[in-house]
């Protein structure tokens, strides 16, 4: 019911920026009553398990995870149905390929929903 497409990954040179976009789309946006609750990043690296980066709720409260706090932002459009990160003073250890993950309520059901991942590359 819900597609996310995530943009804006590659490679960044150590001490760099980098701005991920996802936007949702797809039927359950017909749906009477059908919204997005909270949306998120996650990301994994090689040999690692998939980790929370951060989360947004639909009223814009965000919350991070420890390591992050500081160097990336977190920011959603609404009416565009689209969460973004920013992510600056960028190091090796971010490389990963980071997901994007959305939450939405319809009549009562809460549905979970991922992205294909977009890769981001810390190398000099």
């Known amino acids: 019911q819900v597609q996310l497409v995530e943009s804006g990954g590659g490679l960044v040179q150590p001490g760099g920026s980098l701005r991920l976009s996802c936007t949702a789309s797809?039927?359950?946006?017909?749906?009477?009553?059908?919204?997005?609750?909270?949306m998120g990043w996650y990301r994994q690296a090689p040999g690692k398990q998939r980790e929370l980066v951060a989360t947004?709720?639909?009223?814009?409260?965000?919350n991070y995870e420890d390591s992050m706090k500081g160097r990336f932002t977190i920011s959603r459009d609404n009416a565009k149905n689209t969460v973004y990160l920013q992510m600056n003073s960028l190091t090796p250890e971010d490389t990963a390929v980071y997901y994007c993950?959305?939450?939405?309520?319809?009549?009562?059901?809460?549905?979970?929903?991922w992205g294909q991942g977009t890769q981001v590359t810390v190398s000099s």
């Open positions: 993950n959305a939450r939405s309520v319809w009549v009562g059901v809460r549905s979970n929903y």
């Open positions: 797809g039927s359950g946006f017909s749906l009477y009553g059908f919204s997005l609750d909270a």
């Open positions: 947004i709720t639909s009223s814009g409260s965000a």
